[in-house]
């Protein structure tokens, strides 16, 4: 009998592509999974690297602008500091997705993107940039890294207490894979907050309560009492 392609993955956690490939071969020969089996999973193996490179390659060029983030320290106009927050942005980005395809990947912020962080979250005038700045903070919040993805939920606590936050930013944190715990524990203490709109953000809510997240029904269930 053939091994599920389940168990086999998890056999070759934590080897090498090579390692990797030559253990298919290797059961295949073997006559432990089928040669099928083998070929879908090589090929998705091959993906994985290709896709590894490809964001490697985006971030290693992106760290050769070394002045990427000037603007957010110098006296600049309104569209250079909107361009280097959309920079900041796209880095967070690029080393969040490359995590996610490799958990080999050092997530680290280097020294300059740390200091462009800080800045944003702490200089930077939130109304005159507040689509860049929650654009970068949805990153920021399911950030590989507790101590960044901590500095992000400290800034969105200070912007819900002074009653700041958008209705566009929820809605494009509910579109994303991911919602955190501490965000539905924020959305459901602002249950009035999203009675007016509860069009717009039950259905978003109730497809992650459809997933079966807690923290998605605990929200659905205290809009949903509030409403008239």
């Known amino acids: 009998m053939f091994r599920e392609t389940v168990t086999v993955l998890k056999d070759l956690a934590g080897k090498s592509f090579e390692e990797k490939i030559q253990l298919l071969k290797q059961w295949q020969q073997e006559g432990l999974i089928s040669a099928a089996t083998a070929q879908e999973i090589k090929e998705k193996l091959t993906a994985r690297k ?15 602008d070394t002045h990427a983030f000037d603007a957010l320290w110098r006296q600049s106009s309104g569209k250079e500091i ?36 800080d800045t944003a979250l702490k200089e930077i005038t939130y109304r005159y940039f507040n689509y860049q700045i929650e654009d970068i903070l949805i990153e920021v919040l399911k950030y590989p890294i507790k101590s960044i993805k901590m500095q ?38 602002q249950a009035a907050t999203f009675v007016p709109f509860a069009n717009l953000f039950l259905p978003p809510i109730e497809e992650w309560v459809q997933r079966g997240d807690l923290g998605a029904k605990d929200a659905e269930a205290a809009i949903k009492t509030l409403m008239p």
């Open 50 to 64: 290709n896709l590894k490179a490809r964001q490697l390659k985006a971030i290693k060029e992106a760290e050769k």
């Open 82 to 117: 909107q361009i280097a927050l959309e920079n900041l942005q796209a880095t967070l980005r690029m080393k969040r997705k490359a995590y996610l395809t490799d958990r080999y990947f050092n997530p680290e912020l280097s020294a300059n993107e740390k200091k462009a962080l």
């Open 152 to 189: 992000g939920n400290e800034f969105l606590e200070t912007l819900i207490t002074q009653d700041r936050v958008s209705i566009l930013f929820w809605l494009k944190l509910l579109s994303r894979q991911y919602v955190a715990k501490r965000q539905w524990r924020q959305i459901t203490r």
